[in-house]
């Protein structure tokens, strides 16, 4: 059973900073990409970013510049480090992993969210 444990949401005054943290476990073969997306009240969940294997990156208009993706491949680890926070910011943040993994000799390649870490910015 894969799993997917977030960590380092809280609340924080605008213009702070905050690192997420997300550990994938269980019986994992590959890692293709991990990342974040977030969920804002009324909101649809929208990208924040994220990073493949081979350390490829893409983040979403609204972080460029102020959001660094980071993974750690031997703790099946991605990490999100954001800057001059926004209250805009404000939202659930998800981490997402794009993984295969092996049950009773299947191998199958899936999707997995994590059950979320609540931000919030304070004006």
């Known amino acids: 059973q894969v799993q997917l444990v977030e960590s380092g949401g809280g609340l924080v005054q605008a213009g702070g900073s905050l690192r997420l943290s997300c550990a994938a476990s269980?019986?994992?073969?590959?890692?293709?990409?991990m990342g974040w997306y977030r969920q804002g009240q009324g909101k649809q969940r929208e990208l924040v970013a994220i990073i493949t294997n081979s350390g490829n990156t893409n983040y979403a208009d609204s972080v460029k510049g102020r959001g660094t993706i980071s993974r750690d491949n031997a703790k099946n680890t991605v990490y999100l480090q954001m800057n001059s926070l926004e209250p805009e910011d404000t939202a659930v943040y998800y981490c997402?992993?794009?993984?295969?993994?092996?049950?009773?000799?299947?191998?199958?390649?899936?999707?997995?969210w994590g059950q979320g870490t609540q931000v919030t910015v304070s004006s």
């Open positions: 997402y992993a794009d993984l295969r993994s092996v049950r009773g000799g299947q191998s199958r390649r899936s999707n997995y």
């Open positions: 269980g019986s994992i073969s590959n890692i293709y990409a």
